[in-house]
């Protein structure tokens, strides 16, 4: 059966496992299952981070909008300096995704919109030192976003909403995580969370399922614990 069930899984991608297991293809496939559980804990971690920068983000850009260009709702209605940060083919996208999600009940709202808009997105607002429209939109509105910062430099918090953003994009298609540095990523979104608010990271840090499956984890695949 063994044998069998790797040619649905493919033998490149069960390679990756049985090399890590010195070529054992039983703890392989225990392995792959392992790093599918492991992956689906760190999603729902990743929904809680996600779905709370998203809404600090778009508290502030909804202000700023507000007293900029006369309305808040800049996910239907962006200004030039959200056009110039944001292309355009990515609010067109989450429009039309949002057009669907309601399936013709009533015409898409802003949060429709945002509920759309992916975490990528949100990582590239974050200010770059090449992109003077970014530093622009960071000074004027989201640097408002992370109020309990205390020090932190905005390149740390782009650093570790862009490590949460690739592992996320690694969950999403199915790569093996067992490896990585699963209790950093975590720790990223925890940093992230601080920045924005004490009471984002607590909750984050009492409700988050990464943390204990972590510790399972590493109980049973020792040589992939590492030190943090």
Known sequence: MTAEIVTYFSEPRIATYRARCGGDEVRALELYRANAQIS?????????????????????????????????????????????????????????????????????????????????????????????????????????????????????????????SDFRNRIAHHEPVFALDLRGKRRAMRDVLNSISPTARRWFVEHEPLSPALDDFYADWPEFARTN
């Open 40 to 164: 689906g804990v760190a999603h729902a971690a990743i929904h809680y981070f996600e779905v709370m920068l998203r809404n600090a983000l778009d508290r502030e850009l909804r202000t700023w909008n507000l007293s900029v260009y006369g309305t808040t709702e800049w996910a239907l209605e962006p200004g030039s300096l959200l056009a110039s940060v944001i292309p355009a083919d990515r609010l067109r996208r989450a429009g039309l995704d949002a057009a669907r999600a309601v399936r013709g009940r009533r015409r898409p709202t802003h949060d429709d919109v945002i509920a759309q808009i992916t975490l990528g997105v949100w990582r590239n607002l974050l200010p770059s030192k090449r992109h003077r429209w970014k530093q622009a939109l960071w000074e004027e509105a989201l640097q408002h976003a992370f109020a309990n910062r205390q020090g932190v430099r905005v390149d740390q918090i782009a650093r570790s909403v862009a490590i949460v």
